[in-house]
């Protein structure tokens, strides 16, 4: 290659520089200035032939012993390049943005790179404006905070809804238990309200009807000589009396049956059953203990009810041709369950014509901590299981 060709070249290359958005300084082995390109001169106010041949500590001295004189150094003489960020060296070289009027600091991303050759060693200082990712770093790191801080307040609400839902639901379950225990007094004192009254109705009542059924008895038996239509009338009184008693032993054991009271669940239910099942022309299946048990009063009404409120569902409502009633004893529990073949519960039935029952019925046996259930029998059909601890 001729001279010529070499000075092209160098021409050339120093064109490149000039043209390339990014500042380049070379130093030979004595830190001195052999290329300083118009980026450099721009960003520092100092032009090429003012650097060129000049110590770089000679144009910028408050690098002396700092961070990056010690990277040219270990690059010139060890052959070590270095990575300067502007994330942890904002501005290594005394540069600055333009006007440089504004004297504001230039944040850069310095490339120190050792050089060997011909001509001894050298090191290439290539300096990139980070401001722009300086800007994009800060609204990365911006944001991120924005949704590190969204994301600590989504996990504040929800911690705060978990606690909130946790409190409601504590809530509810309360108010629930109190609203179930609230039933079952209720219950509990209208079925002290009926004997009662049943008790008033046997000894007042009864006492009075029974009287005038005696002195009409003694009218008929000691008047002989009465009008035609008197005796007529007489006897009249007489059958509506004795309806009248009939109807005011029906309402007593509506309110309180007196068999339960006198000879317990066992024979009670039997009763019960059988009289539903031949009113019904029902098919009939009843398994209960031989003997009678020994329960408390209020349990004992608990367990009629249900079966009183469960044949009246499958009366009025299942179309049943088969009933079963099944009533087991352990030492621990009691296990009611009446079963019917009727048409069952429409599916997807959310509220049945006869869900108040239902509701009573759940009532009774949740107030005496027990467990309810009602559910479809295949093919067709309805069983109600109610399990109530002997203890209830």
Known sequence: MTQGELHSQYDLGLLALAALNVGVIV???????????????????VTADAARGRPLLELFPQLAGGYFHETVRAALHQGHPAVLSQSLHDAPLPLFTIPLSAAASLLQHVHVIPLAGPSGRHCLIQVNDASAAHKRESMLKRKARLLQESLELQRTLTEELERSHINLEALVQARTAELEELAGHLQDLSEREKADLARELHDELGALLTAIRIDISWLQRTISEWPATAGTKLQRIQDNLDQGIQLKRR??????????????LVVTLQELVRERAALNQWELALDLP??????????????????QEALTNASKY???SRVMVRLAVDEANIVLTVEDDGIGMPAGTVQPPYRHGIIGMRHRVLARKGQFAIEPVAPHGTRVTVLIPRAG
């Open 290 to 307: 031989p003997e009678d048990l020994t329960l408390g009063e209020d349990l004992s009404i608990t367990l009629f009810r249900i079966t």
């Open 251 to 264: 309402i007593m054991e509506g309110m309180r049956p007196t068999l339960l009271s006198n000879f317990g």
């Open 27 to 45: 130093l030979d082995q004595d830190e001195r200035v052999r290329l300083w390109n118009s980026w450099i001169e721009a960003h520092s106010g």
């Open 318 to 320: 299942a179309q049943a």
